[in-house]
């Protein structure tokens, strides 16, 4: 039967990659932690690592099994805070998502909901693979992305693969998203010729740098310019100092951006499905639930 120390122990050593780095840090010897994990991987009938001159990396078998591990030993912790520790437990919850303004300012009013009571909330906005893996890997109780026509397939393939379902919130148009001094800001609608002088900003999806990946729709289109940014704020510089340009849902957050820059409708048939992920058989938390009931508030920008 397998043991907490036996996850524990597998924990550790995929966080550190090192038997001997891992032993130091549960503060057993090396050989027992080295036998601890070949009776698990005996136990389970899976290689949970792969070893090699180069150290140790999990298997993609392994890679499932620790995000299980992940998360029997985190609700033990909650079990044994609650009924043995008697601590009062602070509320928990994390969501990674693409860079959506809207989702961040969701999570803000989720804050002030909770007003001074305890609790441990984290947000992340991130790249499309990493917000997959870290719903897969429990890091996150939901993530939140977009599907269209064109990544459709593919996307919910890796959902499938990771354990993973998706569920829409609401569907958008396409906007193009500007600085208000931007020579085309006028517009009531913008083709998608009036945009080839300009340069088209996109979100860098590091090595997973797939169309599929890509957080903007048309990612496959033959821009002229194109220039990938990280993190929202330098997005937002650059539209200024280059009179740059993205695609986007068209719902804005002058709260947290400002009020300089503008949402205008592209001449496109294109759709997008904003939706958020979680694991497949685990139910949301309610304070999950009392978000996805704020974003929902969302839709409301959608049909106006």
């Known amino acids: 039967m397998i043991s907490l120390n036996q996850l524990r122990y597998a924990i550790a050593l995929s ?3 090192s038997m001997n780095t891992a032993a130091a840090k549960l503060f057993i010897s090396q050989p027992s932690l080295s036998a601890a994990i070949k009776e698990l991987e005996e136990e389970t009938g899976i290689d949970i690592f792969r070893r090699s001159n180069r150290g140790i990396t999990l298997t993609p078998e392994g890679v499932e099994f620790i995000g299980y591990a992940r998360q029997v030993i985190e609700q033990y912790s909650l079990l044994e805070s609650r009924y043995i520790s008697h601590e009062t437990l602070k509320d928990r919850f994390a969501v990674s998502t693409q860079h959506y303004s809207f989702v961040v300012e969701a999570f803000v009013k989720l804050v002030k909901l909770y007003g001074m009571d305890e609790y441990d909330l ?3 906005e991130t790249k499309t693979n990493e917000i997959i893996s870290d719903v897969k890997d429990f890091r996150s109780e939901m993530g939140i992305l977009y599907e269209n026509d064109f990544n459709k397939k593919v996307l919910e393939k890796i ?3 990771n354990g993973l379902s998706f569920h829409p919130l609401f569907d958008c148009s396409i906007y193009v998203y500007l600085w208000k001094g931007h020579p085309l800001s006028g517009k009531k609608e913008i083709v998608m010729e009036e945009l ?4 088209c900003l996109s979100f860098s999806q590091g ?4 169309f599929y990946f890509a957080e ?4 496959t289109y033959e821009y002229k310019r194109t220039i990938k940014a990280n993190d929202r704020a330098t997005m937002l510089n650059l539209m200024r100092g280059l009179n740059g340009f993205t695609l986007c849902s068209g719902i804005i957050s002058e709260n947290l951006n400002g009020d300089d820059y503008c949402a205008i ?11 958020y992920i979680k694991r497949k058989g685990i139910p949301l938390s309610p304070i999950a639930k009392q978000y996805l009931e704020i974003l929902s508030e969302y839709e409301k920008q959608v049909l106006s």
């Open 15 to 17: 966080d550190e990659r």
């Open 216 to 219: 903007e729709v048309l990612s």
């Open 122 to 124: 984290a947000v992340k």
């Open 196 to 199: 080839e002088e300009y340069p």
């Open 265 to 275: 409708p592209l001449k496109s048939p294109e759709k997008m499905t904003v939706g």
């Open 159 to 161: 959902f499938a693969e």
């Open 207 to 210: 090595q997973n740098n797939s």
